[in-house]
Protein backbone atom coordinates (compact mmCIF):
# COMPACT_ATOMS: atom_id res chain seq x y z
CA UNK A 1 0.00 0.00 0.00
CA UNK A 2 1.82 2.81 -1.30
CA UNK A 3 1.78 6.10 0.96
CA UNK A 4 3.60 9.32 1.78
CA UNK A 5 6.76 8.10 3.66
CA UNK A 6 6.85 11.83 5.52
CA UNK A 7 3.86 10.79 7.03
CA UNK A 8 3.62 8.47 9.91
CA UNK A 9 0.23 6.21 9.89
CA UNK A 10 -1.28 6.89 13.82
CA UNK A 11 -4.97 6.38 15.83
CA UNK A 12 -7.34 9.16 14.92
CA UNK A 13 -10.50 9.96 16.93
CA UNK A 14 -12.43 12.98 18.06
CA UNK A 15 -12.46 14.41 21.72
CA UNK A 16 -16.19 12.44 21.90
CA UNK A 17 -14.81 9.10 20.72
CA UNK A 18 -15.68 5.78 22.41
CA UNK A 19 -11.65 5.11 21.77
CA UNK A 20 -10.97 7.83 24.11
CA UNK A 21 -11.34 5.66 26.74
CA UNK A 22 -8.66 3.23 25.76
CA UNK A 23 -6.00 5.62 24.75
CA UNK A 24 -6.44 6.73 28.34
CA UNK A 25 -6.12 3.90 30.01
CA UNK A 26 -2.80 2.82 27.99
CA UNK A 27 -0.13 4.95 29.84
CA UNK A 28 -0.94 2.86 32.34
CA UNK A 29 -1.12 -0.25 30.75
CA UNK A 30 1.94 0.02 29.16
CA UNK A 31 3.93 0.39 32.58
CA UNK A 32 3.07 -3.28 33.49
CA UNK A 33 4.80 -6.54 32.43
CA UNK A 34 1.30 -8.52 32.93
CA UNK A 35 0.15 -9.95 29.61
CA UNK A 36 -2.70 -8.09 27.93
CA UNK A 37 -5.63 -9.56 25.69
CA UNK A 38 -6.88 -6.90 22.79
CA UNK A 39 -9.90 -7.92 21.09
CA UNK A 40 -11.71 -6.33 18.69
CA UNK A 41 -13.06 -7.01 14.98
CA UNK A 42 -11.00 -7.57 12.12
CA UNK A 43 -9.57 -4.29 11.19
CA UNK A 44 -9.89 -2.22 14.16
CA UNK A 45 -6.34 -1.61 14.91
CA UNK A 46 -5.49 -4.11 17.43
CA UNK A 47 -1.80 -4.02 16.54
CA UNK A 48 -1.71 -0.30 16.19
CA UNK A 49 -2.91 0.13 19.59
CA UNK A 50 -0.27 -2.99 20.95
CA UNK A 51 2.91 -0.73 19.27
CA UNK A 52 1.12 2.22 21.13
CA UNK A 53 1.68 -0.14 24.21
CA UNK A 54 5.07 -0.50 23.24
CA UNK A 55 5.92 3.26 22.79
CA UNK A 56 4.89 4.03 25.60
CA UNK A 57 6.65 1.04 28.06
CA UNK A 58 9.45 1.50 30.05
CA UNK A 59 11.16 -1.58 27.18
CA UNK A 60 10.41 1.26 24.40
CA UNK A 61 13.97 1.11 23.25
CA UNK A 62 13.73 -2.65 23.25
CA UNK A 63 12.19 -4.68 19.83
CA UNK A 64 8.20 -5.16 18.67
CA UNK A 65 7.70 -8.27 17.53
CA UNK A 66 4.51 -9.44 15.64
CA UNK A 67 3.45 -13.05 14.72
CA UNK A 68 -0.10 -13.81 13.24
CA UNK A 69 -0.86 -16.95 14.48
CA UNK A 70 -3.51 -17.66 12.41
CA UNK A 71 -1.57 -17.04 8.76
CA UNK A 72 1.35 -19.23 9.27
CA UNK A 73 0.40 -23.29 8.61
CA UNK A 74 0.19 -25.13 11.89
CA UNK A 75 3.36 -27.18 11.00
CA UNK A 76 5.53 -24.06 11.05
CA UNK A 77 3.77 -22.26 13.48
CA UNK A 78 5.82 -24.04 16.68
CA UNK A 79 9.27 -23.17 14.57
CA UNK A 80 8.34 -19.56 14.22
CA UNK A 81 7.53 -19.18 17.90
CA UNK A 82 9.98 -21.41 20.09
CA UNK A 83 13.08 -21.52 16.93
CA UNK A 84 14.87 -24.57 16.25
CA UNK A 85 17.91 -25.90 16.90
CA UNK A 86 20.09 -27.61 13.93
CA UNK A 87 18.58 -31.14 13.08
CA UNK A 88 15.74 -30.84 15.01
CA UNK A 89 13.71 -31.61 11.85
CA UNK A 90 14.46 -32.30 7.83
CA UNK A 91 15.90 -29.86 6.35
CA UNK A 92 16.76 -27.65 9.48
CA UNK A 93 20.29 -27.38 8.26
CA UNK A 94 20.36 -24.38 10.96
CA UNK A 95 19.40 -23.14 14.06
CA UNK A 96 16.80 -20.07 14.04
CA UNK A 97 15.84 -17.76 16.22
CA UNK A 98 12.08 -17.99 17.27
CA UNK A 99 9.53 -14.95 17.63
CA UNK A 100 9.73 -15.10 21.41
CA UNK A 101 13.27 -15.05 21.76
CA UNK A 102 13.64 -12.23 18.92
CA UNK A 103 11.39 -10.38 21.37
CA UNK A 104 13.79 -10.30 24.16
CA UNK A 105 13.92 -7.31 25.97
CA UNK A 106 10.62 -6.00 24.13
CA UNK A 107 7.27 -6.56 23.52
CA UNK A 108 5.66 -9.63 21.61
CA UNK A 109 2.40 -9.78 20.05
CA UNK A 110 0.29 -12.82 19.43
CA UNK A 111 -2.19 -11.57 16.73
CA UNK A 112 -5.15 -14.04 16.39
CA UNK A 113 -4.12 -15.99 19.16
CA UNK A 114 -7.85 -17.58 18.44
CA UNK A 115 -6.31 -19.35 15.65
CA UNK A 116 -3.53 -21.22 17.96
CA UNK A 117 -3.57 -25.03 17.35
CA UNK A 118 -5.19 -26.69 20.12
CA UNK A 119 -1.66 -28.88 20.61
CA UNK A 120 0.71 -25.73 20.82
CA UNK A 121 -1.32 -23.88 23.72
CA UNK A 122 0.01 -25.82 26.46
CA UNK A 123 3.70 -24.68 25.26
CA UNK A 124 2.18 -20.76 25.02
CA UNK A 125 0.40 -21.49 28.55
CA UNK A 126 4.05 -22.63 29.92
CA UNK A 127 5.78 -19.67 28.42
CA UNK A 128 3.30 -17.10 30.26
CA UNK A 129 3.26 -19.53 33.36
CA UNK A 130 7.02 -20.41 34.12
CA UNK A 131 8.34 -17.69 31.91
CA UNK A 132 10.66 -20.27 29.74
CA UNK A 133 10.25 -22.23 26.63
CA UNK A 134 12.15 -24.67 24.69
CA UNK A 135 13.02 -24.42 21.19
CA UNK A 136 11.86 -27.37 18.78
CA UNK A 137 14.44 -29.93 18.64
CA UNK A 138 16.14 -28.98 21.80
CA UNK A 139 16.14 -30.10 25.79
CA UNK A 140 17.49 -26.99 26.93
CA UNK A 141 15.06 -24.30 28.55
CA UNK A 142 15.52 -21.07 28.05
CA UNK A 143 14.21 -17.66 29.38
CA UNK A 144 11.49 -15.41 28.33
CA UNK A 145 12.39 -11.77 29.06
CA UNK A 146 9.33 -10.19 27.14
CA UNK A 147 6.23 -8.89 27.63
CA UNK A 148 3.19 -11.09 25.38
CA UNK A 149 0.37 -9.28 24.61
CA UNK A 150 -2.37 -10.96 22.58
CA UNK A 151 -5.21 -10.24 20.40
CA UNK A 152 -7.71 -11.45 18.67
CA UNK A 153 -11.55 -11.28 16.39
CA UNK A 154 -12.81 -14.23 18.24
CA UNK A 155 -14.77 -14.86 21.60
CA UNK A 156 -12.62 -16.54 23.70
CA UNK A 157 -15.17 -16.95 26.47
CA UNK A 158 -17.35 -19.33 23.20
CA UNK A 159 -13.85 -21.10 21.61
CA UNK A 160 -13.20 -22.37 25.58
CA UNK A 161 -17.00 -23.96 25.72
CA UNK A 162 -16.42 -24.92 22.90
CA UNK A 163 -13.27 -26.74 23.50
CA UNK A 164 -11.04 -25.37 21.07
CA UNK A 165 -8.97 -22.58 23.26
CA UNK A 166 -7.86 -23.81 26.61
CA UNK A 167 -9.58 -22.50 29.81
CA UNK A 168 -6.45 -21.81 31.40
CA UNK A 169 -4.40 -20.21 28.84
CA UNK A 170 -7.54 -17.50 28.33
CA UNK A 171 -6.99 -16.57 32.06
CA UNK A 172 -3.55 -16.42 31.70
CA UNK A 173 -3.84 -13.98 28.95
CA UNK A 174 -7.01 -12.23 29.73
CA UNK A 175 -5.19 -10.29 32.66
CA UNK A 176 -5.68 -7.12 31.26
CA UNK A 177 -8.22 -6.75 28.78
CA UNK A 178 -8.46 -3.63 26.19
CA UNK A 179 -11.86 -3.55 23.76
CA UNK A 180 -11.46 -1.74 20.88
CA UNK A 181 -15.10 -0.46 19.55
CA UNK A 182 -16.23 -1.05 16.27
CA UNK A 183 -16.20 1.98 13.65
CA UNK A 184 -19.82 2.35 13.33
CA UNK A 185 -19.79 2.78 17.11
CA UNK A 186 -17.62 5.83 16.19
CA UNK A 187 -18.69 7.41 13.62
CA UNK A 188 -17.50 10.69 14.73
CA UNK A 189 -13.92 9.61 14.19
CA UNK A 190 -14.83 8.92 10.53
CA UNK A 191 -14.30 12.28 9.12
CA UNK A 192 -11.03 12.45 10.82
CA UNK A 193 -10.24 9.36 9.40
CA UNK A 194 -11.32 9.76 6.14
CA UNK A 195 -8.83 13.41 5.91
CA UNK A 196 -5.86 11.38 7.77
CA UNK A 197 -6.27 8.92 4.97
CA UNK A 198 -6.44 11.13 2.48
CA UNK A 199 -3.18 13.35 3.74
CA UNK A 200 -1.18 9.57 4.01
CA UNK A 201 -2.02 8.07 0.05
CA UNK A 202 -2.67 11.16 -2.09
CA UNK A 203 0.77 12.16 -2.81
CA UNK A 204 2.06 8.82 -3.12
CA UNK A 205 -0.49 7.70 -5.51
CA UNK A 206 -0.06 10.82 -7.44
CA UNK A 207 -3.66 12.40 -6.51
CA UNK A 208 -3.92 16.23 -5.58
CA UNK A 209 -7.36 15.54 -4.13
CA UNK A 210 -8.15 17.88 -1.46
CA UNK A 211 -11.16 16.72 0.71
CA UNK A 212 -14.46 15.74 0.94
CA UNK A 213 -17.66 17.63 -0.15
CA UNK A 214 -19.88 17.22 3.34
CA UNK A 215 -22.76 15.16 0.76
CA UNK A 216 -19.49 12.91 0.63
CA UNK A 217 -18.70 12.62 4.55
CA UNK A 218 -22.68 11.93 4.90
CA UNK A 219 -22.40 9.41 2.77
CA UNK A 220 -19.60 7.46 4.25
CA UNK A 221 -22.09 7.40 7.08
CA UNK A 222 -24.64 5.44 5.80
CA UNK A 223 -22.21 2.21 4.99
CA UNK A 224 -21.97 -0.24 8.47
CA UNK A 225 -18.30 -0.81 8.13
CA UNK A 226 -18.10 -4.33 8.18
CA UNK A 227 -14.19 -4.54 7.84
CA UNK A 228 -13.77 -1.17 10.31
CA UNK A 229 -10.82 1.24 9.89
CA UNK A 230 -8.81 -0.57 7.49
CA UNK A 231 -12.13 -1.13 4.90
CA UNK A 232 -12.42 2.63 5.29
CA UNK A 233 -8.51 3.04 4.24
CA UNK A 234 -8.94 0.89 1.72
CA UNK A 235 -11.90 2.42 0.19
CA UNK A 236 -10.34 5.95 0.33
CA UNK A 237 -7.26 4.67 -1.41
CA UNK A 238 -9.07 3.11 -4.12
CA UNK A 239 -10.90 6.71 -4.55
CA UNK A 240 -7.80 8.35 -4.95
CA UNK A 241 -6.27 6.16 -7.13
CA UNK A 242 -9.04 7.09 -9.66
CA UNK A 243 -9.42 10.96 -8.91
CA UNK A 244 -6.43 13.05 -10.07
CA UNK A 245 -7.73 16.26 -8.52
CA UNK A 246 -10.52 17.94 -7.03
CA UNK A 247 -12.71 16.73 -3.98
CA UNK A 248 -14.21 13.38 -3.53
CA UNK A 249 -18.08 13.79 -4.19
CA UNK A 250 -21.15 11.94 -3.13
CA UNK A 251 -21.28 10.24 -6.45
CA UNK A 252 -17.46 8.89 -6.20
CA UNK A 253 -18.21 7.38 -2.45
CA UNK A 254 -21.47 6.04 -3.64
CA UNK A 255 -20.07 4.18 -7.18
CA UNK A 256 -17.28 2.88 -4.74
CA UNK A 257 -19.49 1.70 -1.82
CA UNK A 258 -21.68 0.00 -4.52
CA UNK A 259 -19.09 -2.85 -5.08
CA UNK A 260 -19.32 -3.66 -1.31
CA UNK A 261 -20.83 -6.63 0.12
CA UNK A 262 -24.01 -5.48 2.02
CA UNK A 263 -24.03 -1.84 1.06
CA UNK A 264 -27.48 -0.48 -0.06
CA UNK A 265 -27.87 2.95 -1.56
CA UNK A 266 -29.79 5.30 0.71
CA UNK A 267 -33.17 6.79 0.39
CA UNK A 268 -33.23 10.53 -0.87
CA UNK A 269 -37.00 11.03 0.48
CA UNK A 270 -38.65 9.97 3.91
CA UNK A 271 -40.97 7.55 2.31
CA UNK A 272 -40.81 4.08 3.26
CA UNK A 273 -41.74 0.80 1.43
CA UNK A 274 -41.90 -2.14 3.38
CA UNK A 275 -39.87 -4.64 0.90
CA UNK A 276 -40.93 -8.35 0.22
CA UNK A 277 -38.79 -9.79 2.35
CA UNK A 278 -39.15 -7.76 5.18
CA UNK A 279 -36.99 -4.90 6.55
CA UNK A 280 -34.87 -4.05 9.99
CA UNK A 281 -36.93 -1.58 11.98
CA UNK A 282 -34.55 -0.22 14.34
CA UNK A 283 -32.17 0.54 11.32
CA UNK A 284 -35.15 2.01 8.99
CA UNK A 285 -36.31 4.38 12.14
CA UNK A 286 -32.90 5.54 12.83
CA UNK A 287 -31.95 6.19 9.52
CA UNK A 288 -35.81 8.00 9.07
CA UNK A 289 -34.30 10.18 12.25
CA UNK A 290 -30.85 10.86 10.79
CA UNK A 291 -32.40 11.87 7.17
CA UNK A 292 -34.66 14.11 9.22
CA UNK A 293 -32.19 15.90 11.26
CA UNK A 294 -30.48 16.78 8.41
CA UNK A 295 -33.00 18.13 6.59
CA UNK A 296 -33.08 20.00 9.61
CA UNK A 297 -29.92 21.57 9.82
CA UNK A 298 -30.20 22.17 6.13
CA UNK A 299 -33.15 24.17 6.59
CA UNK A 300 -31.93 26.11 9.16
CA UNK A 301 -28.17 26.03 7.90
CA UNK A 302 -26.92 24.39 10.55
CA UNK A 303 -27.81 26.05 13.26
CA UNK A 304 -28.80 23.38 15.55
CA UNK A 305 -31.27 25.60 18.05
CA UNK A 306 -33.10 26.45 15.09
CA UNK A 307 -33.32 22.64 14.32
CA UNK A 308 -33.88 21.12 17.39
CA UNK A 309 -36.95 23.54 17.64
CA UNK A 310 -38.31 22.34 14.04
CA UNK A 311 -37.76 18.96 15.32
CA UNK A 312 -39.35 19.19 18.53
CA UNK A 313 -36.70 18.37 20.61
CA UNK A 314 -34.29 20.05 23.09
CA UNK A 315 -30.93 21.40 22.01
CA UNK A 316 -28.92 19.22 24.18
CA UNK A 317 -30.73 16.14 22.69
CA UNK A 318 -30.30 17.05 19.29
CA UNK A 319 -26.56 17.27 19.82
CA UNK A 320 -26.03 14.13 21.84
CA UNK A 321 -27.52 12.45 18.92
CA UNK A 322 -25.39 13.78 16.49
CA UNK A 323 -22.37 12.70 18.77
CA UNK A 324 -23.88 9.54 18.29
CA UNK A 325 -24.30 9.98 14.60
CA UNK A 326 -23.07 12.98 12.95
CA UNK A 327 -24.78 15.18 10.28
CA UNK A 328 -22.53 16.85 7.49
CA UNK A 329 -24.62 19.92 5.70
CA UNK A 330 -22.97 22.61 4.52
CA UNK A 331 -22.16 25.76 7.16
CA UNK A 332 -22.86 23.65 10.27
CA UNK A 333 -22.58 26.29 12.68
CA UNK A 334 -20.91 23.38 15.76
CA UNK A 335 -21.97 26.02 18.22
CA UNK A 336 -25.23 27.36 17.68
Known amino acids: MSRNPHIKKRIVCAPDSPLQRVLRSLPRVAQSPAPALVIGESGTGKEGIVQRIHDLAP ?18 LESELFGHVRGAFTGADRPRLGRIEAASNGTLLLDEVGELPLELQPKLLRVLQEREYTPVGSETPRRVECRIIAATNKDLVAEVE ?8 FFRLDVVRIELPPLRARMMDLPLLAAHFLELHAEANGSAVSGFTPEALEELTHFSWPGNVRELENIILGLLVLREE ?18 TPPRDSLSIALPEDGLILKETLDRVEHDLIREALCRSKGNRSQAASLLGLNRTTLVEKLKRRPVYTEGDEAGA
Open 59 to 76: WRSGPFVAINCGAIPAAL
Open 162 to 169: AGRFRNDL
Open 246 to 263: GVIDRDDVRWKLSTRPGW
